[in-house]
Every structure is written in structure tokens, then in C-alpha cells.
């Protein structure tokens, strides 16, 4: 409907790996990472304001560029039973399938971000070490689309601290990633920035660390503030939960971090659960209660009274392009139930329980996995007013439900529906390169607890080599998380030398 004076609305970010919800308000969205792109983009929209050609040429210019998607040249068609048959491309010149964008090389991080004048949340400059991540946690949506592992030299992230602190004053600076402890070269990284800015009173953190004491040696060298407490994600308190979800570490190994934490001046422990993973039962969450337990009786024998553990527990919504996109949320009935238990258990003096309004849950489980239909719904609540329902006390829980009523769509459809393992998704279309059939395999593998090393040891061959073969040969060396891989002619018969898992 837009004409050629309107503006061109285009989204990008983590959430536009399914655009397809909110795919009726927006012109192009841009799937993966936006440094390069944004160039082309621009460029692409001055040429045509020049060009003097219609809105529908600047959209098909658009389509042509890498890891932009044009929603309007894609039409979804639907079995009776609401599952979708296919998906139609309604320009033969758009591509089939619209694959995620990514950037062969990091460039050097920013490091001269708008100085807020006013006191913000997070106010620090955030420097990103490592792109990706190799662990294959199957919950995680961040894991999977953000592959392959790419890394910063040492040298331009101490460059970019300095920089940052130079250019904007803040003294506090994150080192980013998905899992710092698993960035290569952190040791020497830490060692160095404390050394570095040892006497500019500097705070350097380093969120994200793995479950192990060494993150305690990492955190202990950068002199970190024990202010806030030391976070831990064991996402699941059983080892069997945790072998489901491909987080395998055992709770002897979660209770010798903890004991490292408190005894060198940590007084909190701050522990990060989600509740309704697949095939979860009340023991699986019983045992949240009893681990946040034992972990502040570990505290307690190392500092007393003092020690405290604060849980975080979320509740699971299932994300696509991740092994876990065919399994049902649960139902509010079963979260309630299970944040009842834990409010009744995982209580007592030095515990803090924190948990998500399953309301909210629910209204992220619509638009994670919703498909092109969910935009009447998006549009009837809006018109409902509903406007900022991320923020809890905006929440019109009722305007979201009156509107899938008025759109004739059943709620449940989206969320607590097992999907078959060949359904078609709503986001089929998109690619993230990382194959559907490997996703398969690994919620497969799930079922039987089956875990997987991180894949920086052993390749699982999971589609992202295949796809970038280029630009991983284009850029050779320890910078990527993924095997080199050889130029054709040098491969004896042609063969990818990847090192393939076994089948299941
Ligand atoms: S291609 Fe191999 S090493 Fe690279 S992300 Fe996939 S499984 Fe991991």
C-alpha cells in the first residue's frame, strides 16, 4: 500500500529470523549480520530515488541483495488442518530460498558509541570478543543462527578498550560474546587488560561464562567487582535434563564452581534456570529447588550466613531454526504449577526467586513460531491497544485474545502443538545454514539424551561449511571456529575434509 513518498520500513536483528507475524507492516527485513549490508541497502535506495523508477523496482533491487528478504514475493499456502503446503514465490526473480548474511571477517568493534546523558541500564561500552558459539545448547536460538564461530584478535579488542574509554569516559567495559570463557585466547586477553588499565580503575566484565573454576581464575584475574554477584546459566538442575538440552555438566561440577566462587569473596551466586524444557517433569523442577539449596549450603560452610543464591527461572519458549522448533510450549496450566512448586521449595533465608508472567510467555510463544496469519492478530490487538505489552504492566493479555478470536485463529495452534518432524515452517523459506535435517538429527538425538561436543573439537557437519566453503577459504587460519577448508584442487577426489560425526 505504501507509495513511492513513504518511507521504507525495514527490520533486522535476532527476532526477523521469522518475520513472517509481523511480515504485513514491513517492506524488507535483513535475516543476519547488518555491517555490510547496511551499505548495500543504502546505496541500493539512493540510486533508485534517483532513478526515479517505482516502489516495486526498488523492492525486486532489494530482494536481489544477500540477506535481505522482501516479504510481498512469498505466498504461503495451507493444508486444511492449518499446517502450512508450501510456499510460493509470487516473483520468479526473488530467490527460492533467502539466506542469513554474514561477514567473513569482524571488523574492529565500535568504539565511539553516543554517550547517554542520562543513567542507563548497562552503562558500559559493550566491545564484542567472539561472534557464535560451538557448544550446540539446543535450546538456544542465539547458538544456531549466529554460526560459524568467528573470533577478534587480542590485539584490536585491548585497542578498542582503549579507544572506548578515551573517546567516551564510561569506565565500565563488557567483553561480549556468547560464551567468553570459550573465546580462544581469553587468558592471555584477561591478563593483558588487567595489566593494561590496572591503573585507570577500570571494571572489565566478562558475562557469559561457563560452568567450570576456571571462569572463577578469568573473573578473579580482572579484579571484577564482587558486588553483583557472580551469574552461572545451568538452564536445568537433573544431569538428564541437562543432557536433553546438550548443556552436560554435572552438578559435582556445578557445586566445585560454586565453592570456588564463595571462597574467593563472592557473597551471591545468581543462577539462571528455565522451566518447561522437553519432557520435563515436577522432579525435573523439584530439583531446581533442591540445587539452589545445596549450592547455598556449599556458600554457607565457606562464608556462613552470608551466602546467597538468587534463581532466575524462565520459562522455555521453543525458537525456530533451533533442534528444539518442533516441540509444544507448555501450557499455562503446567507453568503455573511449576512456578507454584518452586515458590513453595526453592525459598528460605539467603534465596531470592525470580520467575516470568506466564501471560508473557505465551504472547512470545505467538510470535516466535507464528506464521503470516498471525499479522490480523498482531493488527487486531494493536487496534486493541495493545502497544508495549513487553513491558509487564502494558501487557493487554485480553486484546490478544479477542483478536485471535476475531481472526479466527486458535491460540494453541502456535504453541502447544508438537509439529511433525517433515512440517513445512513458516520460515522454511528463510535459511540460516545450518540444515534443517541436522536440527532434526539433534532433537532426535535429544530424545535419547544423546549429547554432542562443542563442534570446535569435532565438526558436525551441520550446513555451515558447505554454505560459506568460500569464505572460509578466503580467510583461513585460527580466526574461524570451523576446520579450514582446502582449496578443490588440493582435495584428493573432491571430498569435503570435514570430520563427520557418526550417524545416530
Ligand atoms: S560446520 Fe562444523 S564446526 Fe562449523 S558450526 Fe557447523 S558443526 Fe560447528
Same mark, same amino acid.
Given at each position: 500500500?505504501?507509495?513511492?513518498?513513504?518511507?521504507?520500513?525495514?527490520?533486522?536483528?535476532?527476532?526477523?529470523?521469522?518475520?513472517?507475524?509481523?511480515?504485513?507492516?514491513?517492506?524488507?527485513?535483513?535475516?543476519?549480520?547488518?555491517?555490510?549490508?547496511?551499505?548495500?541497502?543504502?546505496?541500493?535506495?539512493?540510486?533508485?530515488?534517483?532513478?526515479?523508477?517505482?516502489?516495486?523496482?526498488?523492492?525486486?533491487?532489494?530482494?536481489?541483495?544477500?540477506?535481505?528478504?522482501?516479504?510481498?514475493?512469498?505466498?504461503?499456502?495451507?493444508?486444511?488442518?492449518?499446517?502450512?503446503?508450501?510456499?510460493?514465490?509470487?516473483?520468479?526473480?526473488?530467490?527460492?530460498?533467502?539466506?542469513?548474511?554474514?561477514?567473513?571477517?569482524?571488523?574492529?568493534?565500535?568504539?565511539?558509541?553516543?554517550?547517554?546523558?542520562?543513567?542507563?541500564?548497562?552503562?558500559?561500552?559493550?566491545?564484542?570478543?567472539?561472534?557464535?558459539?560451538?557448544?550446540?545448547?539446543?535450546?538456544?536460538?542465539?547458538?544456531?543462527?549466529?554460526?560459524?564461530?568467528?573470533?577478534?584478535?587480542?590485539?584490536?579488542?585491548?585497542?578498542?578498550?582503549?579507544?572506548?574509554?578515551?573517546?567516551?569516559?564510561?569506565?565500565?567495559?563488557?567483553?561480549?560474546?556468547?560464551?567468553?570463557?570459550?573465546?580462544?585466547?581469553?587468558?592471555?586477553?584477561?591478563?593483558?587488560?588487567?595489566?593494561?588499565?590496572?591503573?585507570?580503575?577500570?571494571?572489565?566484565?566478562?558475562?557469559?561464562?561457563?560452568?567450570?573454576?576456571?571462569?572463577?581464575?578469568?573473573?578473579?584475574?580482572?579484579?571484577?567487582?564482587?558486588?553483583?554477584?557472580?551469574?552461572?546459566?545451568?538452564?536445568?538442575?537433573?544431569?538428564?535434563?541437562?543432557?536433553?538440552?546438550?548443556?552436560?555438566?554435572?552438578?559435582?561440577?556445578?557445586?566445585?564452581?560454586?565453592?570456588?566462587?564463595?571462597?574467593?569473596?563472592?557473597?551471591?551466586?545468581?543462577?539462571?534456570?528455565?522451566?518447561?524444557?522437553?519432557?520435563?517433569?515436577?522432579?525435573?523442577?523439584?530439583?531446581?529447588?533442591?540445587?539452589?539449596?545445596?549450592?547455598?549450603?556449599?556458600?554457607?560452610?565457606?562464608?556462613?550466613?552470608?551466602?546467597?543464591?538468587?534463581?532466575?527461572?524462565?520459562?522455555?519458549?521453543?525458537?525456530?531454526?533451533?533442534?528444539?522448533?518442533?516441540?509444544?510450549?507448555?501450557?499455562?496450566?503446567? $507453568?503455573?504449577?511449576?512456578?507454584?512448586? =518452586? +515458590?513453595?521449595?526453592?525459598? #528460605?533465608? %539467603?534465596?531470592?526467586?525470580?520467575?516470568?508472567? *506466564?501471560?508473557?510467555?505465551?504472547?512470545?510463544?505467538?510470535?516466535?513460531?507464528?506464521?503470516?496469519?498471525?499479522?490480523?492478530?498482531?493488527?487486531?490487538?494493536?487496534?486493541?491497544?495493545?502497544?508495549?505489552?513487553?513491558?509487564?504492566?502494558?501487557?493487554?493479555?485480553?486484546?490478544?485474545?479477542?483478536?485471535?478470536?476475531?481472526?479466527?485463529?486458535?491460540?494453541?495452534?502456535?504453541?502447544?502443538?508438537?509439529?511433525?518432524?517433515?512440517?513445512?515452517?513458516?520460515?522454511?523459506?528463510?535459511?540460516?545454514?545450518?540444515?534443517?535435517?541436522?536440527?532434526?538429527?539433534?532433537?532426535?538425538?535429544?530424545?535419547?539424551?544423546?549429547?554432542?561436543?562443542?563442534?570446535?573439537?569435532?565438526?558436525?557437519?551441520?550446513? $555451515?561449511?558447505?554454505?560459506?566453503?568460500? =569464505? +572460509?577459504?578466503?580467510?583461513? #587460519?585460527? %580466526?574461524?571456529?570451523?576446520?579450514?577448508?582446502? *582449496?578443490?584442487?588440493?582435495?584428493?577426489?573432491?571430498?569435503?575434509?570435514?570430520?563427520?560425526?557418526?550417524?545416530?
Amino acid at each position: 500500500e505504501r507509495g513511492p513518498r513513504d518511507p521504507l520500513v525495514i527490520a533486522g536483528g535476532h527476532a526477523v529470523y521469522n518475520p513472517e507475524p509481523i511480515h504485513a507492516f514491513f517492506d524488507a527485513f535483513v535475516l543476519g549480520e547488518g555491517e555490510e549490508v547496511i551499505h548495500e541497502i543504502v546505496e541500493t535506495w539512493q540510486d533508485w530515488q534517483q532513478s526515479g523508477a517505482s516502489r516495486r523496482a526498488l523492492l525486486e533491487a532489494l530482494a536481489g541483495i544477500w540477506g535481505v528478504y522482501v516479504p510481498s514475493f512469498y505466498e504461503p499456502h495451507y493444508h486444511e488442518d492449518g499446517t502450512i503446503a508450501g510456499i510460493e514465490r509470487t516473483w520468479e526473480g526473488a530467490p527460492a530460498e533467502v539466506r542469513k548474511r554474514i561477514v567473513a571477517k569482524l571488523p574492529p568493534p565500535p568504539a565511539r558509541p553516543i554517550v547517554p546523558y542520562v543513567d542507563i541500564t548497562h552503562n558500559r561500552v559493550p566491545i564484542e570478543i567472539m561472534r557464535g558459539c560451538t557448544r550446540g545448547c539446543r535450546f538456544c536460538h542465539a547458538g544456531m543462527v549466529n554460526r560459524p564461530v568467528r573470533e577478534r584478535p587480542v590485539d584490536e579488542i585491548l585497542e578498542a578498550i582503549e579507544a572506548a574509554i578515551r573517546n567516551t569516559g564510561i569506565e565500565e567495559i563488557g567483553l561480549l560474546s556468547l560464551s567468553s570463557s570459550d573465546y580462544t585466547h581469553v587468558l592471555e586477553l584477561v591478563t593483558r587488560a588487567a595489566e593494561r588499565f590496572a591503573d585507570q580503575h577500570i571494571n572489565i566484565s566478562l558475562p557469559s561464562m561457563r560452568i567450570e573454576s576456571f571462569s572463577v581464575d578469568l573473573m578473579d584475574a580482572l579484579k571484577t567487582s564482587r558486588r553483583s554477584g557472580f551469574t552461572l546459566a545451568p538452564e536445568a538442575a537433573t544431569e538428564r535434563m541437562r543432557n536433553i538440552i546438550n548443556k552436560p555438566v554435572s552438578t559435582e561440577q556445578l557445586l566445585e564452581t560454586a565453592r570456588a566462587i564463595y571462597s574467593r569473596g563472592w557473597h551471591t551466586i545468581k543462577l539462571y534456570f528455565m522451566i518447561g524444557h522437553p519432557s520435563e517433569t515436577l522432579e525435573d523442577v523439584q530439583a531446581i529447588a533442591d540445587l539452589v539449596k545445596m549450592v547455598r549450603e556449599e556458600g554457607r560452610k565457606i562464608i556462613g550466613g552470608r551466602a546467597k543464591v538468587h534463581a532466575g527461572v524462565s520459562t522455555f519458549v521453543p525458537k525456530p531454526h533451533t533442534p528444539f522448533q518442533w516441540v509444544p510450549c507448555d501450557t499455562m496450566e503446567q $507453568i503455573r504449577a511449576k512456578q507454584d512448586l =518452586l +515458590r513453595r521449595q526453592a525459598r #528460605g533465608k %539467603g534465596v531470592k526467586l525470580n520467575w516470568n508472567n *506466564p501471560r508473557e510467555t505465551m504472547l512470545e510463544a505467538w510470535l516466535s513460531r507464528g506464521d503470516r496469519r498471525m499479522a490480523a492478530v498482531v493488527y487486531g490487538a494493536w487496534r486493541r491497544g495493545a502497544k508495549f505489552d513487553a513491558w509487564h504492566e502494558h501487557l493487554r493479555y485480553d486484546a490478544w485474545l479477542e483478536a485471535f478470536a476475531e481472526a479466527g485463529l486458535d491460540p494453541a495452534f502456535y504453541t502447544h502443538r508438537r509439529r511433525e518432524i517433515d512440517e513445512i515452517f513458516p520460515w522454511e523459506h528463510l535459511s540460516i545454514a545450518v540444515r534443517k535435517r541436522f536440527l532434526a538429527q539433534d532433537y532426535l538425538w535429544s530424545r535419547e539424551q544423546k549429547t554432542r561436543i562443542d563442534c570446535r573439537h569435532q565438526c558436525f557437519a551441520c550446513g $555451515i561449511l558447505p554454505t560459506f566453503n568460500d =569464505l +572460509r577459504m578466503a580467510n583461513p #587460519g585460527e %580466526g574461524w571456529g570451523c576446520p579450514e577448508v582446502k *582449496p578443490k584442487k588440493r582435495r584428493g577426489r573432491g571430498e569435503i575434509p570435514l570430520k563427520v560425526a557418526a550417524p545416530p
